[in-house]
């Protein structure tokens, strides 16, 4: 399958723990977004990269959340002391980022309870 | 306001029927506009897009676009059981071509 992963599918956290979520793009993609979505609502915009260079970053990211993208392939997003209200489903999609519009593929996403 | 309303309906309709799916948008700098299919905890996945104003068919599926009153549109015809999904619109342009902005999502079931 060459469409977009992400890792793992699941995730059960305690509040305050620190949680890791991988997201493996389309092979040549250059950008790479991170969205997230709550139950009954619309993907947000968290973060894009465009190789390794993050190059916008949304207000709903607060600085508990951190991403990298550090060889221009995979990416990683990082939530530090959890809260419940971090529990969504978190989305990564890719796109070539060459030509508009830009069409973005999206992963199964990483569905985050947190506890 | 969100830059991209959406009625979450939901919405029921028998196999066979024509459906229509509708969102508003605040942003003007919106240029692209796109509609993305979404099943039970699955990711989105891209149905079909259009560029400024106008129609585009595919198939079943007609996406429209009327800028002037900032008004998107899905139609689908001779509805499956198969649709059945969440439809999202979502928006792009301005100073961000990369950053989608989505709808709430509309809820569809076309039951057999």
């Known amino acids: 399958d060459t469409g977009v992963s992400q890792n793992p599918r699941h995730k059960i956290t305690k509040r305050g723990q620190n949680v890791t979520f991988r997201c493996d793009p389309i092979s040549e993609h250059n950008r790479l977004y991170w969205y997230r979505q709550t139950l009954g609502q619309g993907p947000e915009f968290l973060t894009y990269?465009?190789?390794?260079?993050?190059?916008?970053k949304s207000r709903l990211l607060s600085d508990r959340f951190s991403a990298e993208r550090p060889k221009g392939s995979f990416s990683t997003l990082e939530i530090q002391r959890t809260e419940q209200g971090d529990s969504a489903m978190y989305l990564c999609?890719?796109?070539?980022?060459?030509?508009?519009?830009?069409?973005?593929?999206f992963g199964p996403g990483t569905r985050l309870t947190v506890l | 306001q969100k830059e991209v309303e959406q009625d979450p309906g939901p919405l029921s309709v028998p196999e066979g029927a024509i459906v229509s799916l509708n969102c508003t948008y605040s942003n003007s700098a919106f240029q692209y506009f796109m509609w993305y299919r979404q099943y039970s905890r699955k990711g989105p996945e891209l149905l079909m897009y259009?560029?400024?104003?106008g129609n585009k068919e595919d198939g079943r599926f007609t996406a429209q676009v009327d800028k002037s009153s900032k008004y998107i549109s899905l139609f689908i015809r001779d509805s499956q059981p198969s649709d059945s999904a969440t439809y999202l619109c979502a928006a792009a342009g301005g100073t961000s071509y990369g950053k989608l902005t989505f709808g709430q999502g509309t809820i569809l079931t076309v039951h057999p």
């Open positions: 990269f465009q190789n390794e260079a993050q190059l916008e």
């Open positions: 259009t560029y400024s104003s």
């Open positions: 999609a890719s796109s070539l980022g060459d030509r508009l519009p830009d069409t973005q593929y």
